[in-house]
């Protein structure tokens, strides 16, 4: 079965999943669905081919056929599309929708966490970022990809831990109930996690993280101090925007609930819960509800840097 009517796409596309939500012109959901990952690190033709499976998955569930297609406006966010000539690409891509708006996955979380008021979110999941909204500015901090960014991350704790297990295996450091489990993961064989760390990617990484939460909250001490400066990585980030003037702050993402309780008292009382997520924000922007928002760019002078990172300073406990 079909329908006539104007139908709205919102995507979230993430290192880890793609969420599809399919609504009509009234608001009201009709399907939704999900696939695989949907980033541009995976290249863009599997991140379109995962965009489009949980899209055909929703329209299934909706009712309606790739016909349909046509009256659809899709507002896609997607991790990665700040890497260089991403956006270019993706519009080349032949699409069967009414119309196409490529935003950050980023972005479409914080329109979704603030239903596009000013505001900002912090996403910990298997890549972490800043994106902040202002007086019709768009704020990024970090979020520059795994592993040269994305402190805080589930990535970069896996990251981490990988690293202590090596040189607890060589003796090098103390061998703590965590470790010998991460350990245990290579039949603890070094070469063997070596082999694996050749072809793994973020989101093999970011498998480790739940591990390592449930120790340190158990008391192991090396997973406690990976917790913690994960946790101060976030942290850092939320405090650099209310230095800059923002105080609604949400926290989302896979590790949100998870590091929520890590973070210094005055932050966890800062942070509101999220009005939606980031197919909602999607779907504010596939329905042309707002003005995008000008990306702020990146700082050159250190200086100016430093002064934010020592204001920030003042809303630590």
Not at 129 to 154: C, K, M, N, T
Not at 200 to 228: C, L, S
């Amino acid at each position: 079965m079909g329908t006539k009517g104007t139908t709205y796409l919102g995507i979230d596309g993430g290192g880890t999943r793609c969420r599809a939500r399919i609504e009509d012109e009234n608001g009201r959901a009709l399907g939704a669905a999900s696939s695989g990952p949907a980033t541009t690190r995976i290249g863009f033709e599997k991140a379109w081919r995962s965009i489009m499976e949980a899209t055909e998955a929703a329209a299934a569930q909706a009712g309606l056929t790739r016909e349909d297609f046509a009256r659809m406006h899709a507002g896609i966010g997607l991790a990665g599309l700040g890497r260089r000539g991403a956006e270019a690409a993706l519009n080349k891509i032949a699409h069967p929708f009414a119309s196409v708006i490529f935003i950050s996955d980023g972005l479409a979380a914080c329109l979704g966490a603030h239903s596009g008021a000013d505001g900002a979110i912090v996403v910990a999941g298997t890549g972490s970022v800043g994106v902040g909204l202002i007086d019709g500015r768009e704020i990024r901090l970090a979020g520059y990809g795994f592993p040269v960014s994305d402190e805080g991350s589930g990535a970069d704790i896996g990251l981490q831990v990988v690293r202590l297990a090596l040189r607890a295996a060589d003796r090098r450091g103390e061998l703590t109930p965590l470790l010998s489990e991460v350990l245990g993961a290579f039949d603890h064989d070094p070469y063997q996690a070596v082999a694996w760390s050749e072809e793994a990617r973020a989101t093999d990484y970011a498998a480790f993280a739940p591990i390592v939460m449930r120790h340190a909250n158990q008391g192991d001490p090396v997973g406690r101090r990976i917790v913690e400066r994960a946790a101060d990585a976030i942290g850092d980030l939320l405090d650099l925007f209310l230095a800059r003037g923002i105080d609604r702050l949400s926290l989302v993402g896979g590790l949100a609930d998870a590091i929520t309780p890590w973070l210094t008292p005055d932050l966890r009382a800062r942070l509101r819960c999220p009005d939606a997520d980031a197919a909602a924000g999607a779907l504010l922007v596939a329905r042309g509800r707002l003005d995008l928002p000008k990306r702020e760019l990146p700082e050159r002078e250190l200086p100016e840097r430093e002064a934010d990172q020592e204001q920030a300073s003042k809303f630590r406990v």
